[in-house]
């Protein structure tokens, strides 16, 4: 049931419609069309960020045909017939049945396993957390999160450490800094990036690959990782409790696959191999451009398909009907509702980027491109740390391609460096859907953590307007 102040923000929502559907006049481009959909969406999107993206998707999607913004079919069609929401589906899916079949949790223990790391905490820290950054380019960060934070807690028994403690706070973190880099850098899997690459084509016509997205997203994924642990050695938490790791002990509980998870993680190879390399080969062979041309949500049907249909101990490895009851659907629902709200700002119809040009432009003439751009990375900065991470990216990634509309900026590179700005959001439990694991049970404090968040929020800027933002550029 909803309390109190989520009633307050429904009010609130409510009369700022109202307040904009009346006082909101078709002026300088904008038409009646347009402003209905300016009074539906501005309060949706404060309900977003500020009590749920669930029922409130289903509510603008309805808002969208009843103001005769869209047809019905329209909004089906541009919502959960919309590619993004397929996408999302399928390998949340796959993710599912990664987990149930112990293949992540296997990654992870092989990672901290390594016989290098003892005695030395910080080598076994980074190949944790290097673990997570792995398995994360092409897992979902919830279900990470929560996997990850499981064998945190395994470590930490093991370290004799508990809530609180300097070394306990320093693996929590860590978790969380690489799932935010890793929900970002890399599509597969993951919503926002998803999201940004269907908003650019419906907004630009502008398509960009998986491949395209993960090769910038590797390169500052990497750069970021190493800065991350420079942060963590000068953060310096006590890790003398590391003296405690029984290394052996955790090698012992360490089982191997069995034949189900080996499959699972044969299958999936082979889905992320065709999502990835037909693009990069696409000018090679006429095939190569066909499958390119099959885009990524096939080849990870065929992968459901087959493991649907391969038994194991008389059972097929994935269990479609059980496996859908593990599905995060608001956050499928959530994508595809975003992605159909692109339509109505951009179209004729409506007016909306017509009459945002005519009012932003003069009170940015004279601004170059590129500062714009990094006024726009500090702004998503500041707010992804507080609101949500795909409101914060869908928001300056919509107002982006307004105000550089009638400039000659590079929109692709745009798109990646606003996502990765918006991803990097790690300092309160609001900041994304993974953050209330963290903050929620206590692993994990605003207050004990807010100096390295800051310092890594800090640097993520610095990374991403002095290398990555010109890397894309020469890149897309």
């Known amino acids: 049931m909803a309390n109190r102040k989520e009633y307050i923000h429904y009010a609130i929502a409510l009369a700022v419609g109202l307040i904009l559907g009346f006082g909101l006049q078709p002026v300088d481009g904008l038409t009646v069309v347009g402003v209905r959909v300016i009074a539906i969406t501005v309060p949706t999107l404060y309900l977003w960020l500020t009590t749920n993206t669930h029922w409130t998707c289903f509510m603008i999607l309805g808002l969208l045909a009843v103001t005769q913004a869209m047809t019905p079919n329209e909004v089906w069609a541009n919502s959960m017939g919309h590619f993004i929401f397929t996408t999302v589906l399928v390998y949340m899916l796959f993710n599912i049945c990664l987990t149930d079949t112990g293949v992540i949790n296997k990654i992870a223990k092989f990672f901290i396993t390594r016989n290098f790391v003892k005695g030395r905490p910080y080598a076994f820290m980074g ?176 992968g459901i398909i087959a493991l649907c249909l391969i038994p194991v101990g008389g059972k097929p490895i994935m269990d479609l009907p059980a496996t859908m009851k593990k599905l995060n659907f608001p956050l499928v629902l959530f994508a595809g509702t975003v992605a159909c709200l692109a339509v109505p700002i951009g179209a004729e119809n409506t007016g909306i980027t017509v009459w945002l040009g005519n009012v932003l432009n003069p009170l940015l003439s004279g601004v170059s491109p590129t500062f714009m751009v990094i006024i726009m990375v500090v702004l998503a900065l500041a707010m992804t740390n507080f609101l949500s991470n795909t409101v914060t990216g869908a928001l300056f990634f919509s107002m982006g391609s307004i105000l550089l509309s009638t400039t000659n900026y590079n929109m692709a590179a745009f798109a990646i460096i606003i996502s990765i700005s918006s991803g990097m959001s790690t300092i309160t439990p609001s900041a994304s859907v993974p953050s209330p694991f963290f903050f929620g049970p206590g692993h994990l404090t605003v207050k004990n953590t807010l100096k390295p968040n800051l310092a890594f929020v800090i640097a993520t800027f610095v990374i991403i307007t002095c290398i990555t933002l010109p890397l894309a550029n020469v890149m897309l």
């Open 127 to 302: 190949m944790f957390f290097l673990s997570h950054l792995v398995v994360g380019f092409f897992v979902d960060s919830v279900s990470l999160s929560a996997i990850y934070i499981g064998i945190g807690e395994e470590i930490a028994r093991n370290l004799k450490i508990k809530k609180g403690d300097p070394m306990y706070t320093a693996l929590m973190l860590g978790i969380l800094w690489a799932n935010a880099l890793a929900n970002i850098c890399s599509p597969i899997t993951h919503a926002l990036p998803n999201l940004i690459i269907s908003l650019l084509e419906t907004s630009c016509g502008i398509t960009v690959t998986y491949a395209q997205w993960m090769g910038i997203g590797s390169i500052y994924a990497a750069i970021t990782f190493a800065v991350m642990m420079v942060i963590m050695k000068i953060w310096n938490p006590d890790c003398s409790p590391f003296q405690n790791f029984d290394l052996e002990g955790m090698k012992k509980d360490d089982k191997p696959l069995d034949l189900s998870g080996k499959i699972a993680a044969l299958v999936f190879g082979i889905v992320v191999f065709f999502v990835i390399f037909p693009s990069l080969l696409v000018n090679v062979a006429p095939f190569f451009a066909y499958l390119s041309g099959l885009g990524v949500v096939i080849p990870a049907l065929a």
